[in-house]
């Protein structure tokens, strides 16, 4: 099995596509998904994805490469903000699947994108650590100074989703650090960095333990639905089709919604 992922990009594109999207850990020299198609051997289809999908993205893409042998799937896994801007940067990819319609409207506007279909639906929860040892039971204790929070950035889905979920309450946080993405924000929990934080249910469910997730009524009045959607550009664009239908099939959303996610 060939399966890749890479990490979120961090320098200039220019440089990127000179030297084509590398997989991470293989130690061989990687091939760029458009030169793979023209060569007629190994064939690659690239998935840009929101960060709290990388769990399930990742199992679908080992189940997409068993049933196409000799294809890889690779996936950048980020902040759905920051990769519809490097999709309309140039980005070569095949699949965007982001964590909110307003983040795909920025691909779809810039005819970037086909009609994105609408996969699942995420809530959020409060994370605190297993031990919860700041006693926090639902969202009006984050208010307190005393509590240290983190929240996603505002301009990416899961903090857009918080500040919904906070004004429906007519709560005002303050807190001690905004993340880029939501694992980011999560991972501060984890390491007992702070008391507590708004992140997706899945990614509670997927920390396997490591924090608690408690449920608060606002939630319900900050859904993000997830769009997904073929690149027009895509270089490989028929194994970009074939991936989008794996996700949107039945055993696409078994594993969805095995990990938490609600159907649409």
């Not at 699947?97 to 995420?122: C, E, G, I, Q």
């Not at 999560?186 to 924090?211: F, H, Q």
């Amino acid at each position: 099995m060939v399966f890749r992922r890479f990490s979120r990009w961090a320098v200039a594109l220019p440089v990127a596509f000179a030297l084509g999207l590398s997989g991470c850990g293989s130690g061989a020299p990687a091939t760029s998904a458009t030169s793979a198609s023209s060569s007629g051997g190994a064939k690659e289809v690239t998935v840009f994805a929101a960060a709290s999908l990388t769990g399930t993205f990742t199992e679908l893409g080992k189940t997409f490469e068993a049933a196409h042998p000799g294809t890889a799937v690779r996936f950048n896994f980020g902040s759905s903000a920051t990769l519809a801007q490097q999709i309309t940067q140039g980005a070569p990819a095949d699949v965007f699947a982001a964590a909110s319609p307003a983040t795909m409207k920025t691909v779809t506007d810039a005819s970037l994108a086909s009609a994105p279909a609408t996969f699942v639906r995420n809530k959020l929860q409060i994370a605190v650590p297993a031990d919860n040892p700041a006693k926090v039971d639902e969202l009006k204790d984050l208010t307190d100074t005393k509590v240290k929070v983190a929240l996603c950035a505002e301009q990416v889905p899961c903090g857009a989703a918080a500040t919904k979920a906070l004004d429906a309450a007519g709560l005002k946080v303050t807190p001690v650090t905004l993340e880029q993405d939501v694992k980011a924000t999560l991972t501060k929990v984890e390491l007992g960095e702070v008391d507590a934080a708004l992140v997706y249910k899945t990614d509670v469910i997927a920390s396997a333990g490591k924090v608690k997730g408690i449920e608060f009524p606002e939630a319900d009045k900050a859904i993000n639905d997830y769009p997904i959607a073929t690149l027009a550009k895509a270089p490989s664009g028929d194994l970009a089709k074939q991936f989008v239908d794996l996700v949107l099939s039945q055993q696409g959303k078994d594993v969805l919604t095995k990990a938490g996610f609600e159907a649409p």
